[in-house]
């Protein structure tokens, strides 16, 4: 089990919907991560909040959208989506300060398939 | 960003030591090195990280070269459950968040 919580664990949508993506986490973490997996690549960053500020954006493109509406809870609102936006997406959290050396927690991801 | 390269894949056998090297010779001062690993059908897992020193943990030890141009992870007796991608990762602070920017791993597999 995963301290980092991700639902749905499946999404399946066509290319003019509109869902959303949750990631939960009661850790008292500070810092939030959004990644992106394809099949056998590595994790890519997407997204970073840091005290529930967007902190790093990966030159992501807008139809993607991330929201962070309290410290435990990071939302990744999906819209328009192409077919190679199918992938795995993972969701992370760490805590900040102290030098930042603490490791990131992943939840199990989303997998994404777009119609 | 900094870039690490490790060997696609490796194989060992069960209850036997496994070394895996990556390679970080554009790494700064003040990048730690970190590695995660990704078991199948799950996110990645922190295993350990350090910033000079050779480090151990529950999990394994990392052992850094003098120059940090390049670490060894190692596992000290591999068991079936040690099969995974296993990530060398160089964190940055970006904005005062990390940044973790994941190499193509190297994916192990344990012979029983």
């Known amino acids: 089990d995963t301290e980092v919580t991700q639902t749905p664990k499946h999404l399946v949508m066509g290319m003019t919907n509109k869902k959303s993506l949750k990631c939960e986490q009661h850790m008292g973490h500070r810092a939030m991560y959004w990644y992106k997996q394809k099949a056998k690549k590595p994790p890519e960053l997407m997204f970073v909040?840091?005290?529930?500020?967007?902190?790093i954006n990966e030159s992501v493109p807008s139809r993607f959208s991330p929201e962070c509406p309290n410290s435990s809870l990071l939302n990744l609102h999906l819209h328009a989506l192409q077919p190679e936006d199918s992938a795995l997406y993972l969701c992370?959290?760490?805590?900040?300060?102290?030098?930042?050396?603490?490791?990131?927690?992943f939840g199990d991801g989303t997998r994404l398939s777009i119609l | 960003d900094a870039k690490t390269t490790q060997p696609n894949s490796m194989e060992s056998n069960e209850e036997e030591p496994v070394h895996l090297p990556c390679n970080h010779s554009?790494?700064?001062?003040?990048?730690?090195i970190h590695w995660y690993r990704q078991l199948p059908s799950q996110g990645p897992e922190y295993v350990i990280h350090g910033l000079t020193s050779n480090v151990n943990n529950r999990m394994a030890s990392l052992a850094i070269a003098e120059d940090r141009k390049s670490s060894t992870l190692i596992l000290h007796r591999a068991t079936l459950r040690d099969a995974a991608v296993y990530y060398c990762i160089l964190r940055g602070i970006i904005q005062g968040a990390q940044k973790l920017v994941f190499g193509q791993g190297t994916r192990l597999t344990i012979n029983p």
């Open positions: 909040y840091s005290y529930e500020k967007l902190s």
């Open positions: 992370a959290s760490s805590q900040e300060g102290r030098g930042a050396r603490q490791p990131q927690h």
């Open positions: 554009t790494i700064s001062g003040t990048d730690y």
